[in-house]
């Protein structure tokens, strides 16, 4: 993302309204004193105990309707300059927040903006007043003792991301010519591939994806939106490995001995890596808006997570 006075100004235009991973503060909030300064370690620890997000000094509520920007309201960065606020970001929440980044946005020689990137925490972050925070709505709220220690948790626990795409196959068959041709009946095959990618520290040895999709966008089944039934499968990331690789053979077109494979393991998902889990031949219709697919992931000691995807905000390749 670009932080620019173009983005400042689309989000006044467009009236962005703030969110849990959004926040608008004037230039006031911004201040030498203790009771501020107590104040913005509150604002910017809560964000690193949620999920993160963007946290701006230079853009006042509007007054009217509340949460939403109403001007550019610049800081003066000659009394509070970046590197005081770094400094007390850095000082006052214990632990200090790991890249956590302060762009500068210019808007005279002695006026600026501040806006904070602050990513999610790898453990829970206390504000000035010895208290932890969370970002609730709109709200700021003090964390219960079973919320601080699940935010502590988060070292300990894989972090896990699903993701889907949708891959376009060319059916061939071998056409009159004898060399291959697109299918007259079905000339692709559309399939839906399921990824989990580690986004933690933590290795994942077991995981586990339960989704629903409509039966109409399964390849084979009759296409009709009338009918709303769903299947369940599951996804997995276990693996059998081959060991005979050579041990398939052939009599007059007929297997004599099948490749030989090991019993079924878990393949660990180690921080950074990315595999598909499963692949699911899909109707080339599926697009169409209001299908969707739900799921479910579980993994190593960590709560379970829901989501939901239309086929149609899915990735194509």
């Given at each position: 993302?670009?932080f620019d006075?173009?983005?400042?100004?689309?989000l006044?235009?467009?009236g962005?309204?703030?969110?849990?991973e959004?926040?608008y503060?004037?230039?006031a909030?911004l201040?030498r004193d203790d009771?501020k300064?107590?104040e913005i370690?509150?604002?910017?620890?809560s964000f690193?105990?949620?999920n993160?997000?963007?946290?701006?000094?230079?853009?006042?509520?509007?007054?009217t309707?509340k949460?939403l920007?109403?001007h550019i309201?610049?800081?003066?960065?000659?009394?509070i300059t970046?590197e005081?606020?770094?400094?007390?970001?850095?000082?006052?929440?214990?632990p200090?927040?790991?890249g956590?980044?302060?762009?500068?946005?210019?808007v005279?020689?002695?006026?600026?903006?501040?806006?904070l990137e602050i990513?999610?925490g790898?453990?829970?972050?206390?504000?000035e007043?010895?208290?932890?925070y969370r970002r609730?709505?709109?709200?700021v709220?003090?964390?219960?003792?079973h919320?601080?220690r699940d935010?502590?948790g988060r070292?300990?626990n894989a972090e896990?991301?699903i993701d889907?795409?949708?891959?376009k196959?060319s059916n061939?068959?071998?056409g009159?010519?004898?060399k291959p041709?697109?299918d007259?009946?079905?000339p692709?095959?559309?399939?839906m591939?399921?990824?989990?990618e580690n986004?933690g520290?933590?290795?994942?040895k077991y995981?586990n994806v339960?989704?629903k999709?409509p039966?109409?966008c399964i390849r084979g089944k009759?296409?009709?939106?009338?009918?709303?039934?769903t299947?369940e499968?599951?996804?997995?990331?276990t693996?059998?490995d081959?060991?005979?690789?050579?041990a398939?053979?052939?009599y007059?077109g007929?297997?004599?001995?099948?490749?030989q494979?090991?019993?079924?393991?878990?393949?660990p998902l180690?921080?950074?890596?990315r595999v598909?889990?499963k692949?699911?031949?899909i109707?080339?219709?599926?697009t169409?808006?209001g299908?969707?697919?739900?799921?479910?992931?579980?993994a190593?000691?960590?709560e379970?997570?829901?989501g939901?995807?239309?086929f149609g905000e899915?990735?194509?390749w």
């Amino acid at each position: 993302m670009i932080f620019d006075i173009d983005y400042l100004d689309q989000l006044i235009a467009n009236g962005i309204e703030e969110n849990p991973e959004l926040e608008y503060k004037s230039a006031a909030a911004l201040q030498r004193d203790d009771k501020k300064v107590m104040e913005i370690t509150k604002d910017v620890s809560s964000f690193a105990n949620s999920n993160g997000g963007i946290l701006i000094y230079g853009i006042s509520e509007d007054q009217t309707n509340k949460h939403l920007p109403g001007h550019i309201d610049t800081v003066d960065r000659k009394t509070i300059t970046k590197e005081w606020l770094e400094q007390i970001l850095n000082a006052k929440i214990r632990p200090r927040i790991h890249g956590l980044i302060i762009h500068v946005l210019t808007v005279t020689e002695d006026k600026a903006v501040y806006i904070l990137e602050i990513p999610k925490g790898e453990t829970a972050h206390q504000a000035e007043d010895k208290r932890y925070y969370r970002r609730h709505n709109f709200m700021v709220e003090s964390l219960f003792d079973h919320e601080i220690r699940d935010i502590m948790g988060r070292q300990k626990n894989a972090e896990i991301v699903i993701d889907f795409d949708i891959a376009k196959q060319s059916n061939l068959r071998k056409g009159t010519d004898g060399k291959p041709a697109l299918d007259d009946k079905e000339p692709y095959i559309y399939w839906m591939n399921i990824y989990a990618e580690n986004v933690g520290k933590i290795y994942a040895k077991y995981i586990n994806v339960v989704f629903k999709l409509p039966q109409r966008c399964i390849r084979g089944k009759t296409y009709d939106k009338r009918y709303n039934s769903t299947e369940e499968m599951k996804a997995d990331n276990t693996v059998r490995d081959l060991v005979e690789p050579n041990a398939e053979r052939y009599y007059a077109g007929i297997i004599a001995k099948p490749k030989q494979y090991g019993p079924v393991r878990h393949e660990p998902l180690l921080p950074g890596m990315r595999v598909m889990l499963k692949s699911v031949p899909i109707n080339e219709n599926s697009t169409d808006a209001g299908n969707e697919v739900t799921w479910t992931l579980y993994a190593d000691n960590a709560e379970p997570k829901t989501g939901k995807i239309e086929f149609g905000e899915m990735k194509w390749w």
